[in-house]
């Protein structure tokens, strides 16, 4: 008994070495497979682009996919969860710049509409980044859409006060003279139409006057006349006299006075011709006067006129006949409303502005010549695509805007830009209606897809072209022939 139980033991020991080495070799064998399989990452977009970790490429940020395998067409990236492919948005092939959110049909050229996938690498444009949205919410993004409509702008200029010139009047005579008695002796006062303001005396009045008395007892006389040729006579004498006194601006009730008294008046009183503030003075007493003397004027300041320089940008927007807000900075912003009366057809070559002249009423004399004020303009604009100011990079070479295509994806869009209207601009071309922009964190944006855009150039990739061989050796370094050896082609 004894041998057979060491052949047994010797079976046994045998059975489980056999099984021990067929449990390792066969695990062995599972684990070599697995690292042959899982041996690295890289870009669908970028296929130089490798990583040894699954994530996002550093060059376009498209999700890395296993060596050996291509993007799946049923997966898309939508906060890290996968599921069925959505586009971005549509466009057209034979017009690229056309995109719609809905399937369709372009109407400029009525091509058939087709879909832009997030992994569609030909179709995504130039310098488009993907922003996760946790990064959005670190960074500060937020977007606005791009509205249409119309409504109004307002610009605003500096006006200067002056006088109506329709309201001004020169008090002068048409005779020479001597002033008598000054009754109006200081600058801005105020006068009434009809009050006196001097005397003058003058003796080529005074002899007319004396013709005009003559005349009227000549036609006395001539009344008793029985030729009736000497009546007439006399009727004429005395109303080309009559007529002398009156085109020298002396009034009726003057000469009806000279009638009635039969005297003539020796001085002669001048009144105001219209109400207003006395804004120059040059009458004194004892003064000799010449029809060329002015004496006073007088100025109504119940309505003025502003001055406003308005700016050549603004100047096309501005017509006659439209209102305007005047507003006085040093009376607690008091405003007034005026009517824009009529336009200079000059442009000042120092300022570069126009002259636009605005008519206001002043009953409580809050605006007198000289001040500055300040006038606004309204004016209605045309239904237009606008975006808030701070959306809009301008670069100086380009404007840009960021356009948020869905998913995390912003694509930097140039655009034109048109008139600033307050705190939006408007835009011409290259944005839609309801097309959402990035308001703020764009300039963090900006400086991501310029990097991307550097990187992705440097590589030398571009979309649809194909990648150089990571394994191609590179080409041999250029050494200088040395003397005596000719380089053949």
């Not at 940008?313 to 807000?325: I, K, L, N, T």
Request: charged share 20%; aromatic share 6%; net charge neutral.
């Amino acid at each position: 008994m004894q041998p057979s139980r060491i052949a047994l033991s010797i079976a046994l020991v045998g059975a489980g070495v056999l099984l021990g080495f067929g449990y390792g070799r066969w695990y062995a064998t599972g684990t070599s497979a697995t690292e042959q399989v899982v041996v690295g990452y890289h870009c669908p977009m970028h296929p130089a682009y490798h990583s040894d970790k699954p994530g996002q490429c550093g060059i376009c940020g498209m999700r890395l996919v296993q060596d050996g395998q291509n993007a799946a067409p049923h997966q898309h990236e939508a906060g890290g969860m996968t599921g069925e492919r959505k586009p971005l948005y549509y466009r057209d092939p034979k017009q690229p710049e056309y995109r719609s959110d809905k399937p369709g049909v372009n109407p400029a050229t009525g091509g058939d509409l087709e879909p832009v996938y997030t992994d569609d690498a030909a179709a995504m444009p130039m310098g488009t980044i993907h922003v996760p949205q946790e990064k959005q919410q670190l960074i500060g993004v937020k977007f606005e859409a791009a509205t249409a409509g119309g409504g109004s702008r307002g610009f605003r200029a500096v006006g200067k006060v002056t006088t109506d010139e329709t309201r001004v009047a020169k008090v002068q005579t048409k005779i020479e003279g001597w002033i008598d008695q000054v009754h109006v002796d200081f600058t801005g006062k105020l006068v009434e139409k009809g009050q006196p303001l001097l005397t003058l005396y003058s003796p080529e009045m005074l002899a007319t006057q004396q013709e005009y008395l003559l005349a009227i007892r000549s036609r006395e006389l001539m009344r008793s006349s029985p030729l009736a040729s000497s009546r007439e006579q006399s009727d004429s004498l005395l109303e080309a006299t009559r007529k002398r006194l009156q085109l020298w601006d002396l009034s009726d009730a003057q000469i009806d006075e000279i009638t009635r008294t039969g005297k003539p008046i020796k001085n002669i009183t001048l009144y105001s011709p219209i109400g207003g503030y006395v804004m120059m003075r040059n009458a004194f007493p004892k003064q000799r006067i010449t029809p060329e003397t002015e004496l006073y004027t007088v100025a109504d300041l119940s309505r003025v006129w502003i001055m406003a320089d308005v700016f050549e940008s603004d100047a096309p927007s501005v017509r006659v006949g439209m209102p305007v807000v005047v507003s006085l900075p040093y009376e607690n912003g008091r405003k007034l409303t005026g009517r824009v009366d009529y336009i200079q057809p000059q442009v000042d070559m120092t300022t570069r502005t126009l002259k636009v002249r605005i008519d206001v009423n002043n009953p409580q004399l809050s605006l007198r010549p000289d001040m500055f004020v300040n006038v606004d303009f309204q004016v209605a604009t045309a239904s237009r695509v606008t975006v808030p100011s701070e959306a809009v990079l301008n670069s100086g070479l380009r404007t840009t805007v960021f356009v948020d295509l869905g998913q995390g994806y912003l694509e930097p869009r140039q655009v034109t830009v048109g008139e600033r209207l307050g705190s939006r601009v408007e835009i011409t071309s290259g944005l839609r209606e309801g097309e959402r922009v990035v308001t703020s964190g764009n300039f963090l944006i900006d400086s991501e897809s310029q990097l991307k855009s550097a990187a992705a150039g440097m590589a030398g990739h571009q979309h649809g072209s194909a990648p150089p061989s990571p394994s191609a050796p590179p080409p041999p370094a250029q050494r200088p022939a040395p003397p005596g050896e000719h380089k053949h082609d």
